[in-house]
Antibody, heavy 130, light 110 residues
Framework: EVQLVESGGGLVQPGGSLRLSCAAS????????MDWVRQAPGKGLEWVGR??????????EYAASVKGRFTISRDDSKTSLYLQMNSLKSEDSAVYFC?????????????????????WGLGTTVTVSS | NFMLTQPHSVSESPGKTVTISCTRS????????VQWYQQRPGSAPTTVIY?????PSGVPDRFSGSIDSSSNSASLTISGLKTEDEADYYC?????????FGGGTQLTVL
């Protein structure tokens, strides 16, 4: 079964740090780009950042709201994705989802890139408050 | 940068058809694929449409997607509405390299 399970959420004070993890199973993790998406209470989905696969040099990209404070990494040998969050603010309070980047397959080859997210974890809650 | 604009809410009766729009401001709607996600209360999003108009396995054919270059928008149409379709729906596309989500549309089936 294809599965993503986030962990590491909790209560942290403003200015603090937290590291989220996402354990993947049931698919070839290394083939896929991976995204973090968050959802503040009562709000919509907000893309946080992504890390490309090895074929795309593990390139990372971030939303302007988190750039310089958040870092995404991955360990393909452990089929795990991480989100290191530093200098946390109250507006970072949200449910954080990890999501698998969909592959586009054609003529026997598959490509990662700009094809959406096809598997989501259940999310982990981060609360930034004093 | 660009935005994807969705109606805040729509409502329709069971058995009817509803269409949710997603209008792109800045750049052509056909430049990058559009995806649609369904999110029921307290649950994670799931994909109902990918690559503009493709349905993942397991999604009923009551769900369909399209794009319209003339209005620079994408649409999600759900026919034969069921109470289980009541959820928030988000469109998503790309701004060169980065994903962008629409603000979401709350669908009420009553």
């Amino acid at each position: 079964e294809v599965q993503l399970v986030e962990s590491g959420g909790g209560l942290v004070q403003p200015g603090g740090s937290l590291r989220l993890s996402c354990a993947a199973s049931g698919f070839t993790f290394s083939d896929h780009d991976m995204d973090w998406v968050r959802q503040a209470p009562g709000k919509g989905l907000e893309w946080v950042g992504r890390i490309r696969n090895k074929a795309n040099s593990y390139t990372t990209e971030y939303a302007a709201s988190v750039k310089g404070r958040f870092t995404i990494s991955r360990d393909d040998s452990k089929t795990s994705l991480y989100l290191q969050m530093n200098s946390l603010k109250s507006e970072d309070s949200a449910v954080y989802f990890c999501a698998r980047g969909k592959l586009h397959c054609s003529s026997g080859k598959c490509y990662s890139g700009y094809y959406g997210m096809d598997v989501w974890g259940l999310g982990t809650t981060v609360t930034v408050s004093s | 940068n660009f935005m994807l604009t969705q109606p805040h809410s729509v409502s329709e009766s069971p058995g009817k058809t509803v269409t949710i729009s997603c209008t792109r401001s800045g750049g052509g709607i056909g430049g990058y694929y559009v995806q649609w996600y369904q999110q029921r209360p307290g649950s994670a999003p799931t994909t109902v449409i990918y690559e503009d108009n493709q349905r993942p396995s397991g999604v009923p054919d009551r769900f369909s997607g399209s794009i319209d270059s003339s209005s620079n928008s994408a649409s999600l149409t759900i026919s034969g509405l069921k109470t289980e379709d009541e959820a928030d729906y988000y469109c998503q596309s790309y701004d060169s390299t980065n994903p962008v989500f629409g603000g979401g549309t709350q669908l009420t089936v009553l």
